[in-house]
Structure formats: C-alpha cells, structure tokens
T-cell receptor, first 115, second 115 residues
Framework: AQSVTQLDSQVPVFEEAPVELRCNYSSSVSVYLFWYVQYPNQGLQLLLKYLSGSTLVKGINGFEAEFNKSQTSFHLRKPSVHISDTAEYFCAVSANSGGYQKVTFGIGTKLQVIP | DAGITQSPRHKVTETGTPVTLRCHQTENHRYMYWYRQDPGHGLRLIHYSYGVKDTDKGEVSDGYSVSRSKTEDFLLTLESATSSQTSVYFC??????????????FGPGTRLTVL
C-alpha cells in the first residue's frame, strides 16, 4: 500500500517571498515521485518528477524539489514566487503494483500568492 | 500538450438519470484513467483501462462503469446519477515507458452537477 500526505491544505505567501510545499509519502516498495500543478478550471500539468539519480530535481517555472529517502519526503520549493504561481499543487507517488504503475495523489495544497 | 479532450465540459442532470462522459486521446497511449476531484479528497481513481476492452476498478468505482472499445476512447457511465456524484471528472492517459513510469497527462475536466 502507498499513501501521500500533503501537510498544508492552504499556503498564503507574499509575492517574491520563498515558499515550500510539504509532501510525505509511505510505500513498502521503491517509488517515483511527482508534483503536478492545477490552475483554475484546468487539468493537472506535470511540474517535476523524481525517477532516480540526483535527489534535487528542477521543474518548470523555477520550482524544484528534493527527494529525501530517510524522511520519506519530497518537498517542493521556489525561492521567489509570482502572482501567476497561484494554483493548487498535488504531490503524487507511483509504485509498481503487479506490473501496473499505481499512482496515488495527495489531497492538494492551494498556494495563494498575495500581491 | 497531450491531445486529450473530454466531453461534455459541463453537464447538469437530475438524480436517477444516466450520464456518459467521454474521453478522447490522440496520443495512442495504452493506459487511460478516470478520476474524480472533490474538495478535501484530491483526486481519486474511479476506473482505469490498460488496453482495448481491458479495464479495472479504482478506489471509488461504486456507481460507475466504463468501456473502451477503441484505443482512443474511454467512456465513463453513471447508470443512475446521484447527488454524491456531483464532482469534477478528469481523464488521464499514460504510456508505460522507462522515461515516464507513472507519469500521467490530464484532460481539461468535466464539471458534473446532479440535482
């Protein structure tokens, strides 16, 4: 079984300030990790992913995330946010389940950037 | 952007009526998924398909059925809609290749209201 916990349902932050969105996961097997972004009235788009190798991964729009295996975390960060970053962010974990890549999503974190 | 369309984009229906939502892809991806998105629950998998005529249940499949007669189309049917099925429904696709294990591409969503 696998699960994803996004610790904050909403995160308000001032424009140009740094932000961190937290994600923890649990799984009995090795996993792949993802962050997706959802802008209002749209579907989800891939922001970044961790498959293997370097634990620091960079994504689109200046976001990055760090995989920490010992803490089972995959926190998303951006050093300086912009108004256009206002959206909902979903962490997801993928693991092999009988030949099928089962994906589990967190409940999402709404990032509100304040001018 | 992945070629995924959903129809209709918005629908209002009455309790007890049948409803069919359509997902169409032009990417020739093997896997297709139906999710529902509800506040506080994130995305929950309803059903998925791993090939033509091959489908399986997700975590919230009660009250829903699916069909896939062609690679490009995946239909979700609510046999008798209930108010608890008011939600936003997303279709997603994926292709199990080494560089994209578990990565999914999402459609724009269908907002369904059951009165």
């Amino acid at each position: 079984a696998q699960s994803v916990t996004q610790l904050d349902s909403q995160v308000p932050v001032f424009e140009e300030a740094p932000v961190e969105l937290r994600c923890n996961y649990s799984s009995s097997v090795s996993v792949y990790l993802f962050w997706y972004v959802q802008y209002p009235n749209q579907g989800l788009q891939l922001l970044l992913k961790y498959l293997s190798g370097s634990t620091l991964v960079k994504g689109i729009n200046g976001f990055e995330a760090e995989f920490n295996k010992s803490q089972t975390s995959f926190h998303l960060r951006k050093p300086s946010v912009h108004i256009s970053d206002t959206a909902e962010y979903f962490c997801a974990v993928s693991a092999n389940s009988g030949g099928y890549q089962k994906v589990t999503f967190g409940i999402g974190t709404k990032l509100q950037v304040i001018p | 952007d992945a070629g995924i369309t959903q129809s209709p984009r918005h629908k209002v229906t009455e309790t007890g009526t049948p409803v069919t939502l359509r997902c169409h892809q032009t990417e020739n991806h093997r896997y297709m998924y139906w999710y529902r998105q509800d506040p506080g629950h994130g995305l929950r998998l309803i059903h998925y398909s791993y090939g033509v005529k091959d489908t399986d249940k997700g975590e919230v499949s009660d009250g829903y059925s699916v069909s896939r007669s062609k690679t490009e189309d995946f239909l979700l049917t609510l046999e008798s809609a209930t108010s608890s099925q008011t939600s936003v429904y997303f279709c997603a696709i994926s292709e199990p290749i080494l560089s994209r294990p578990g990565e999914q591409f999402f459609g724009p969503g269908t907002r369904l209201t059951v009165l």
